[in-house]
Antibody, heavy 117, light 108 residues
Framework: EVQLLESGGGLVQSGGSLRLSCAAS????????MSWVRQAPGKGLEWVSAISEDAVSTHYADFAKGRFTISRDNSKNTLYLQMNGLRAEDTALYYCVKDGELGFDYWGQGTLLTVSS | SYVLTQPPSMSVAPGKTATITCGGNNFGGKNVYWYKQKPGQAPVAVIHYQSDRPSGIPERFSGSKSGNTATLTISRVEAGDEADYYC???????????FGGGTKLTVL
């Protein structure tokens, strides 16, 4: 059974930093690209960043460029998102998502980030 | 930049057909995906490659794409179909993934 377990969310002050983690199991982690998708309270889905299976390629939404860094450790089956310079508008539930051959086929339950201004 | 436009909400009676649209500048060769999200739950894929259903998704769900519009059609709507629905594409020109704003489907 595929499981994606996010952690690391919490309350942080504006301008602060935080690192999210996603522990993956139930599939061969090193064979799949992964993404982070966020959802602000009461709002829609917003893609944040993606990383290739071998970590060679990374892509970011415009709002994440220069502030967020996606990475992965295939030996630990773990995906990360380092977030710096956090703003109130970054407050959201952050989902870890497996990018299968047919799109986003598995989603975690999310970890909540709250940025206080 | 590329924008996907969905109607914010729509309502349909049980047993009827719901048609949710997703408008883009020009879908061209972009693959379109659709996700269903119920309150308090993570999204679930219901359509990939604009018209294919993942395993476990009822045949009542179908998708299509033509010109500047992708469409998710839900036939014989049931109460359990009430949810938010999002379209999504990969924009290879800027290497970014885009979601539509979402459509809240209410079953009357």
């Amino acid at each position: 059974e595929v499981q994606l377990l996010e952690s690391g969310g919490g309350l942080v002050q504006s301008g602060g930093s935080l690192r999210l983690s996603c522990a993956a199991s139930g599939f061969t982690f090193s064979r799949y690209a992964m993404s982070w998708v966020r959802q602000a309270p009461g709002k829609g889905l917003e893609w944040v960043s993606a990383i290739s299976e071998d970590a060679v390629s990374t892509h970011y939404a415009d709002f994440a460029k220069g502030r967020f860094t996606i990475s992965r450790d295939n030996s630990k089956n773990t995906l990360y998102l380092q977030m710096n310079g956090l703003r109130a508008e970054d407050t959201a539930l952050y989902y870890c998502v497996k990018d299968g051959e047919l799109g986003f086929d598995y989603w975690g339950q999310g970890t909540l980030l709250t940025v206080s201004s | 930049s590329y924008v996907l436009t969905q109607p914010p909400s729509m309502s349909v009676a049980p047993g009827k057909t719901a048609t949710i649209t997703c408008g883009g500048n020009n879908f061209g060769g972009k693959n379109v995906y659709w996700y269903k999200q119920k309150p308090g739950q993570a999204p679930v894929a219901v359509i990939h490659y604009q018209s294919d259903r993942p395993s476990g998704i009822p045949e009542r769900f179908s998708g299509s794409k033509s010109g500047n519009t992708a469409t998710l059609t839900i036939s014989r709507v049931e109460a359990g179909d009430e949810a938010d629905y999002y379209c999504q594409v990969w924009d290879s020109s800027i290497n970014q993934i885009l979601f539509g704003g979402g459509t809240k489907l209410t079953v009357l």
